[in-house]
Structures are given as structure tokens and as C-alpha cells.
């Protein structure tokens, strides 16, 4: 196994922004830091089970790939045109009212968000199947894939922390963008 084209491929999949990604930092924006954890926590255990998924059934899945995918991509789409609206909605006012951003609502995100899906498919039977069928080894790879995962969510959660202040005072503009870009992600499946 080419480690070295393993750990590229992770760490672009799960840094570059995508719809986790752009929760998270709507999150630590809007709510802060300790509810943006929550959140990362549910969408870490829900990537590792997605890993997890994907290496036990990838066989099975490799015959419905075209039927999965076409669900996935539309119940991905709708989900993240949701998630936009719900940051151009959102009212930092009423700061007690928004149960959008949990440990469940991260967990539940990872299942719906395209991203994550395709790369969970994707990186197990591409970089370790190939090369190790032993439990431990694919157990070992599935354990270091769902902590890079969790390195770039919390790298999101830091980066928003950081730039609150900036964030806070472009609040409108800030969710605008964010909202824009999650349409667009949601658009780009398409595509």
C-alpha cells in the first residue's frame, strides 16, 4: 500500500470543506465551541461506523452501487439544501432554541452527507483491502481513517473559535456564504 497516497487522499477528503465541515464552524460561530464538540463527537462516531459499513458490506454494495448512489445523492442534496437554509436562518438571538447542532444531529449528518459516503466507500476497499484482509489490520486502518476524521472536524471547531470575534461581527454575511456554499455543494452533486 502506497501510505503516502493513503494519507493525501484522507486528509483532502476530510479537511477540504464540505457539509460537516460548514456546520461545524456555523456551529462554533453561532453557539460556540462546547456545542460545536457535541456535534463533532456524533459526526466522528457516525464516520467511523460509515468506515465500519462500508468494509463489511463492500462487496454487497459494489452490485447496487448505481441504485445507492442515486439515493444517496438525492436524499444528500435535500439534506444539505436544509442545513443551508438553516444557517441563513439562523437567529443568534434565540441562541436556546436550536437543537440542530447535537451529538445525534452530527452522528445522523455523516449518513446523509454524500462526502462522506463516497469516501468511506471509496478508501477502504481502494487502500487496505487490497493489501490486508486480517481483522486487526483493516481494524487498525478504520481506527486511524475515523481519527484523521476527527482531527479535521476539530480543526474546524478550532478555526471557528479563532475567528468568532470576525465571524460574530460579519454574522449575516458569514451565514450567507456558508449558506451559499452548502447550496452549491448540494448543486455540485449533480453536476
Known amino acids: 500500500m502506497d501510505i503516502t497516497s493513503f494519507l493525501i487522499y484522507c486528509t483532502i477528503a476530510t479537511f477540504t470543506p464540505g457539509p460537516t465541515n460548514i456546520v461545524i464552524l456555523s456551529t462554533v460561530q453561532n453557539f460556540g465551541a462546547k456545542k460545536a464538540m457535541k456535534y463533532t463527537c456524533g459526526a466522528t462516531a457516525g464516520f467511523g461506523l460509515l468506515l465500519i459499513i462500508s468494509t463489511m458490506l463492500n462487496t454487497i454494495l459494489i452490485t447496487f452501487i448505481p441504485k445507492i448512489l442515486i439515493v444517496i445523492q438525492i436524499t444528500g442534496s435535500m439534506y444539505m439544501l436544509y442545513l443551508a437554509y438553516q444557517i441563513y436562518q439562523t437567529d443568534t438571538s434565540n441562541r436556546a432554541v436550536n437543537q440542530t447542532a447535537t451529538l445525534m444531529s452530527g452522528f445522523l449528518m455523516q449518513f446523509l452527507n454524500p462526502k462522506v459516503i463516497l469516501f ?7 487502500f487496505i483491502m487490497p493489501y490486508y484482509n486480517a481483522i486487526p489490520a483493516v481494524t487498525i486502518s478504520i481506527i486511524a481513517i475515523t481519527l484523521i476524521g476527527f482531527s479535521a472536524f476539530t480543526t474546524w471547531v478550532l478555526f471557528g473559535t479563532i475567528f468568532k470575534e470576525f465571524l460574530q461581527k460579519y454574522n449575516k454575511s458569514v451565514n450567507v ?3 451559499l456554499f452548502l447550496a452549491y455543494a448540494a448543486i455540485m452533486i449533480w453536476m
Open 120 to 126: 468511506t466507500m471509496t478508501v477502504i476497499p481502494s
Open 177 to 179: 456564504m456558508m449558506a
